[in-house]
Structure formats: structure tokens, C-alpha cells
Nanobody
Framework: QVVESGGGLVQTGGSLTLSCVVS????????IGWFRQAPGKEREGVSC????????NYTDSVNGRFTVTRDNVESTAYLRMYSLKPEDSGVYYC?????????????????WGQGTQVTVSS
């Protein structure tokens, strides 16, 4: 089970931190991906982190503003978002894939959360 939280309404330039709890005993073997979907648009990949947290990846539009981390003891991944813009608004999803030793973002994910809404007002 994957559960996101932390979404909300924030003004332009503000910050939010999303959390993703994965109910898997072997969380530290899972790659985690963050995705978002704005109304009328396709879902896009935002960021990912590999199983041990040594490799992260960001889409160009958020690079330098978002940071993905994970706490394997707490089975939780985080997406810290800074300098938010209205175009960052959307439903953010966390996804997980059993992917031990992965050195890249996996092409697909096995488990998905229900999403959390992020709205950035101008």
C-alpha cells in the first residue's frame, strides 16, 4: 500500500513537503517515483529515487526546486518542493517498484498511491 500526504494550498514562491509511506517490509529494496497530473494534462514524472537513496532524478521543470529523499527506517519517501509556481499545481502521486540495486528510474511502477492535491495560487 502506498499513501501520500502533505498536499495543500500554497502561494507562489511557497514550499510544501509531500510524504509517501509504503507498507512493505522490504521498503529499502523499492525505487520510488513521484508523478503529477494537472487538469486536462497527461501525468508526468517529476522525480525518482533509487532503493538506497544514492541516485535521484528530476524532470527539468523542477530541477533545483524539488528534492526527493527517503528514510528507509521509516519506510517513507519525501518530496520537498520549494519556490512553487502555479504550473506546479496538480495531483501528485507516489509510486513504488521492487527494484533492488537499480541505478536508474524504472520505466514502470507496481504500486501507486491515491494522490494528494497541490494547488499553487498566483
Amino acid at each position: 500500500q502506498v499513501v501520500e500526504s502533505g498536499g495543500g494550498l500554497v502561494q507562489t514562491g511557497g514550499s510544501l513537503t509531500l510524504s509517501c509511506v509504503v507498507s512493505e517490509a522490504t521498503f529499502d529494496y523499492y525505487a520510488i517515483g513521484w508523478f503529477r497530473q494537472a487538469p486536462g494534462k497527461e501525468r508526468e514524472g517529476v522525480s525518482c529515487i533509487n532503493d538506497d537513496g544514492s541516485i535521484t532524478n528530476y524532470t527539468d521543470s523542477v530541477n533545483g526546486r524539488f528534492t526527493v529523499t527517503r528514510d528507509n527506517v521509516e519506510s517513507t519517501a519525501y518530496l520537498r518542493m520549494y519556490s512553487l509556481k502555479p504550473e506546479d499545481s496538480g495531483v501528485y502521486y507516489c509510486a513504488a517498484l521492487l527494484y533492488p540495486g537499480g541505478r536508474t528510474c524504472p520505466p514502470e511502477y507496481q504500486f501507486w498511491g491515491q494522490g494528494t492535491q497541490v494547488t499553487v495560487s498566483s
